[in-house]
């Protein structure tokens, strides 16, 4: 089975093309994302927020195991 919906796809793309024309801006201080797997990240963080299937965030403890 699929971990991740088409839909989710769509936003992820987006993202990248937003990281590609410079107008995409991370979080809290605004500033222009540089780094792919952050335009990734947020495309997914978007997607999650809108309903599409995406897995759940891994929590702190379990990235320290």
């Known amino acids: 089975m699929a971990k991740y919906g088409r839909s989710a796809s769509k936003y992820v793309k987006s993202a990248m ?9 991370s979080g809290r201080t605004g500033r222009t994302v540089k780094s792919r797997k952050q335009a990734i990240a947020i495309g997914l963080s978007e997607a999650r927020e809108k309903g599409a299937k995406v897995p759940k965030r891994r929590s702190s403890r379990a990235k320290e195991r």
Do not use: A, S
């Not at 093309?17 to 801006?25: E, F, I, P």
């Open 17 to 25: 093309h937003r990281k590609k024309r410079g107008t995409l801006k």
